[in-house]
């Protein structure tokens, strides 16, 4: 009898981070895992380093040309995809060396931000997504069972940062913050659109992690932190769709 075939999984921005560390666990669980990263070099680094299961993939997420391309490649080697994780972002586009910490948030404020930083944000953290899922889609269309994942935060939830007990209340702004709570609202505009198809779409919150989006001062492992979007990717038939978690259960949108 011929065995199963291997689930495919996308992971965005998988050349560092919890993205490598999703792409490593799933690769574990032998599905192929293609490594999508803007820098080819760095992608094929990190396919090496998870081994044999996966493939570098050149996909930068704001780039249409990039995006359509890397469609085409994994329609003609493989056809379809069956677990796209939209994992990557930035929390700034703007490096400010030699700022205070004042400085910092102010230039994150409404009153004061700058417009095309919050452009740039929105255009990875959210135009990306939408534009990586509606090129990816006819592939997943061609799964039996498809799974998106959308990487979310906590700190995008508009129910916690209503609530002025939330300790991160104060640091809630338009640019990141303000990035994943729209992006929370594609993952349930996704999931209405793609329940009848049984295309499970759910976003997850990895918790505060060591990676180089926070200058390493999580406190989490990437192993913690990719728990919850492994878990989402890997749903069976009963699991759910439009949800908002963490590896402590739903989190409030
Ligand atoms: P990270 O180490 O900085 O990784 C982010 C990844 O996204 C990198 O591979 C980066 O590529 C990639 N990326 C950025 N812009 C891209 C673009 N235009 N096209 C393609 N790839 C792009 O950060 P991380 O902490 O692992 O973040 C992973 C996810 O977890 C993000 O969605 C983040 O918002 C979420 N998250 C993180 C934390 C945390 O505490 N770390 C908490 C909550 C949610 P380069 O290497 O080329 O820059």
Not at 41 to 63: I, M, W
Not at 134 to 147: G, N
Not at 169 to 178: E, H, L, Q
Not at 227 to 237: N, Q
Request: some cysteine; proline content about 5%; aromatic content about 4%.
């Amino acid at each position: 009898m011929d065995a199963e075939p291997k689930r495919i999984a996308l992971i965005t921005g998988a050349n560092q981070g919890i993205g490598l560390q999703i792409a490593k666990d799933l690769a574990a669980q032998s599905l192929v895992v293609l490594i999508g990263s803007r820098n080819p070099v760095r992608g094929e680094d990190a396919a090496n380093l998870v081994g044999k299961n996966a493939h570098a993939l050149q996909l930068d997420v704001t780039d249409e040309g990039s995006i359509q391309l890397a469609a085409e490649h994994i329609q003609r080697r493989f056809g379809r995809i069956d677990v796209l994780v939209n994992n990557a972002a930035i929390s700034r586009s703007r490096q400010m060396p030699g700022t205070t910490l004042e400085e910092r948030i102010k230039s994150t404020r409404v009153s004061s931000l700058s417009l095309d930083e919050l452009r740039d944000v929105w255009e990875t953290n959210v135009f990306g997504v939408v534009a990586v899922t509606q090129a990816m889609l006819p592939l997943l269309r061609q799964s039996k069972a498809a799974r998106i994942v959308n990487v979310s935060s906590s700190v995008g939830s508009l129910t916690k940062n209503s609530d002025r007990d939330f300790i991160y209340r104060s640091t809630f702004n338009p640019v990141y913050p303000a990035s994943k709570a729209a992006l929370n609202a594609m993952t349930v505009a996704m999931a209405i659109e793609l329940e009848s198809e049984g295309i499970k779409v759910n976003a997850a919150c990895p918790g505060f992690t060591k990676t180089n989006l926070n200058n390493y001062s999580g406190t989490q492992t990437v192993e913690e932190g990719a728990r919850e979007p492994v878990r989402l990717a890997l749903l069976g038939p009963d699991g759910p769709t439009g949800t908002f978690t963490d590896s402590a259960g739903p989190i409030p949108w």
